[in-house]
């Protein structure tokens, strides 16, 4: 027993020891705690903003932040924290004490991008940031320019933003580099800047730049092509700024909820989606239904709701939708005629917007209704495009084995 307890003793200090080696984080204090702590004693502030389904934060805080060298040079110089940005099931009393100040960091530093190590002086300054993981002598080396007025990026950001003035190109291409740092802060500030700058918002190379700027509802980007569709399609073509917010909605609004099933899933989000975006509620609710019938094979159900969706919102589909609900009938449809109906949205597909995905489509409905020959050449035509560059190599491999099986007369 004695040996027993002895064994158990050493194995606790040995945890801790191993513990210890690492970077302490102050798991038990608040934000405002944080800072007063960091005040007190002079040190600056790390602060890891991580997800729970963030890889990249698994591996920094598994590989990285329990190293000696990493303990060694944080420890001494920063009060440190973890702060969970997301929401789950599993949140012990810590995090969930953290929930309302985790937003707020988020909002107001516009966390871009997972993880995100923010770094504050003693007196509260926001000064520096790193974004993404990295082996551990360089991690150490990005976050030592955090000490250093001459390299921290906030403070070098802060005084780029004093000397740029008006200048459309510099501004551009200071958002560009904010942009790349993944700091939502600057990159906002610097492109309200640009857009103010430039004669015109709706000019072509404006709304293209624009357009790669706008990723989430609070972008700038987001409520000019909400607001003004028809100048921004007038741009980058027929239905494009609606179909870009959308895709917004979905992230955000949908693929982002809990979906326990179709009725449980659906109304939820369809009561949250009338209060921020009535006008587009019933389109965005009803292409969910139908990719909720999509992913759990429910074919029937989503045969009779396609139908109903398509005369509804005839104009204002998307020829990549169009391709998906065909595609689905290819792969589950016996009826020749609601197979030709499925060819007939896959030809309007292709010709709105004709690459290798829209088209191998329609070479597989071309397939299912007999035409072999024509299915065939287009399948060629798929393999064709998709021959050049290692980013196409499983794709090809794929669409190759299609065209194989159907020059052999298989079942796809």
């Not at 921290?152 to 933003?161: I, L």
């Not at 919102?313 to 020829?319: F, I, K, R, V």
């Not at 065939?376 to 035509?381: D, G, K, Y």
Request: charged fraction near 25%; charge should be positive.
């Amino acid at each position: 027993m004695k040996q027993f307890l002895l064994y158990v003793f050493l194995l606790t200090g040995l945890t801790a020891m191993a513990q210890d080696k690492g970077i302490h984080f102050e798991h038990e204090l608040s934000w405002k705690d944080i800072r007063a702590k960091a005040g007190k004693e002079g040190k600056f502030i790390f602060m890891d903003c991580y997800t729970t389904w963030c890889g990249p934060c698994k591996m920094m805080s598994r590989d990285i932040f329990p190293q000696q060298a990493v303990g060694d040079f944080f420890n001494s110089k920063f009060i440190s924290v973890k702060v969970q940005m997301d929401k789950t099931a599993g949140d012990d009393a810590a995090v969930k004490r953290w929930y309302d100040d985790a937003a707020a960091i988020a909002r107001e530093y516009n966390v871009m991008a997972y993880p995100t190590f923010l770094y504050f002086a003693p007196d509260g300054r926001l000064v520096h940031l790193v974004v993404g993981g990295d082996s551990a002598a360089a991690f150490i080396a990005s976050s030592a320019q955090a000490l250093d007025p001459a390299t921290q990026y906030y403070t070098r950001m802060e005084t780029m933003a004093k000397n740029a003035g008006n200048q459309p190109d510099t501004l551009k291409r200071l958002a560009e580099e904010a942009r790349k740092m993944y700091d939502g802060r600057y990159t906002a500030l610097f492109l309200q800047r640009y857009l103010h700058a430039v004669p015109d918002i709706f000019a072509p190379d404006v709304v293209d730049f624009l357009d790669r700027f706008t990723l989430s509802s609070h972008d700038t980007g987001f409520t000019i092509f909400r607001k003004n569709p028809a100048k921004i399609n007038q741009v980058k073509g027929a239905r494009y700024a609606e179909n870009r917010v959308q895709q917004i909605i979905f992230v955000e609004e949908v693929y982002s909820a809990p979906q326990e099933g179709a009725n449980a899933g659906f109304r939820p989000i369809q009561a949250k989606l009338k209060k921020k975006y009535p006008e587009l509620t019933g389109i965005v609710i009803d292409k969910f239904r139908l990719q909720w019938y999509q992913r759990n094979k429910a074919y029937d159900q989503f045969e009779k709701a396609v139908k109903v969706y398509l005369k509804q919102y005839n104009q204002q589909l998307d020829p990549r939708d169009l391709s998906s609900f065909a595609r689905t009938v290819g792969q589950y449809a016996t009826d020749t005629a609601m197979l030709r109906t499925a060819l007939s949205w896959s030809e309007r597909a292709v010709k709105e917007d004709p690459h290798a995905e829209t088209m191998s489509v329609q070479a597989l409905l071309l397939y299912k209704l007999g035409d072999v020959p024509a299915a065939v050449r287009l399948q060629e035509t798929v393999v064709n495009e998709l021959s050049a560059g290692m980013a196409n190599k499983y794709k090809r491999e794929y669409q190759q084995k299609v065209l194989d099986k159907m020059k052999g007369g298989e079942k796809l």
